[in-house]
């Protein structure tokens, strides 16, 4: 559905002739949307647990993890550069793929992790799409943006413990990502300090990756 949005925007932004990046209220939508997706996948292995899952449930759940995750987020990477910069569009395409290829290769390895594990290997793919996109919202230049989302992508597929959210942890991230709906809301209705609250909120996501696996570390 984020994608479909990104889409239509885009068409009708290029048939009006209209210069520029897109309106925000077309990427806000998208980036909600993913933000949806994000809460229901901290939920979802809760569900499947309580009232059954499936070998056929879990591949599905990875399959809509590389939609949601990994072709969504690429998909912004690619509208992004080709708004940027004149040589943006083909190191875009360069930057999504291996956007792409890290959620994949991140969600491969997390099949064969152990359930009763405490910690992710890795950065999540949830959290690493929620990067690559408030990146992509903070438009960067096009070469700084493009070090800082493959950042992003070696962070994925890195050996950086962090820690899984349980019990409280789960609901206060629900938390973030519903604040994190508001200050887009904000954003796009081009509320006053709207673009203050974004950039709080990508502060804040570049304290929690730098934090987390410190503090797993320290319980460890």
Known sequence: MAVCQLVAAQLAHS???LPGPLPREAVATSI???LGAAAFDLFDGRVARRFGGSVMGAELDNLADVISFGVAPAFFVVLWGSFSHSAGSLL??????????AVVV???RFSFQGAGERHFTGLPSPFGAMAVVVIVLLHPPVYLGSIAILTVAWLMVSHIRY???RGRSAYAVLACLAGGAGCLTAWAMHAPGGKLLLSLGALLMLVVLVLAPVSLRRRS
């Open 15 to 17: 048939s009006a002739g």
């Open 32 to 34: 909600v949307l993913l």
């Open 106 to 108: 991140r969600l491969a």
């Open 163 to 165: 820690p899984k959210p």
């Open 92 to 101: 875009s395409l360069v930057v999504a793929a291996a956007v792409l290829l």
